[in-house]
């Protein structure tokens, strides 16, 4: 069993940055980023290899937001830098076991946390 418990978000002004935490329990392969804009469905954002150390994320936010992991802390980040208010969704962390696929595979996720409100507004 997985569990997942974010942190960090918050609201904050167009150009502004957060940084959300997703402590983990238990073993896993690869850890995701989603998130789900108000109305709208749910995205995959970006996610990390936990033994590879390998990351990947959506264009949308390639260059922007950077993850990254702490094994010490069991601890999964997303620094999201340069924020717009199209960034404004509920961030979920989640996560899967298997090393037979990418960790780009959205659709491979199967634990799942409560999520974090990300606010980008003026």
């Known amino acids: 069993q997985v569990q997942l418990a974010e942190s960090g978000g918050g609201s904050v002004q167009p150009g502004g940055s957060l940084r959300l935490s997703c402590e983990i329990s238990?073993?896993?392969?690869?850890v995701g980023w989603f998130r789900q804009p108000p109305g709208d469905e749910r995205e995959w954002v970006a996610a990390?290899?936990?033994?590879?150390?390998?990351?990947y994320y959506a264009d949308s936010v390639k260059g922007r937001f950077a993850i990254s992991q702490d094994n010490a802390k069991n601890t999964v980040y997303l620094q999201m830098n340069s924020l717009k208010p199209e960034d404004t969704a509920m961030y979920t962390c989640a996560a899967f076991r298997s090393n037979r696929y990418l960790c780009s595979e959205a659709s491979k996720y199967n634990y799942w946390g409560q999520g974090t409100q990300v606010t980008v507004s003026s």
């Open positions: 238990g073993n896993r392969y690869c």
């Open positions: 990390i290899s936990t033994t590879s150390g390998n990351k």
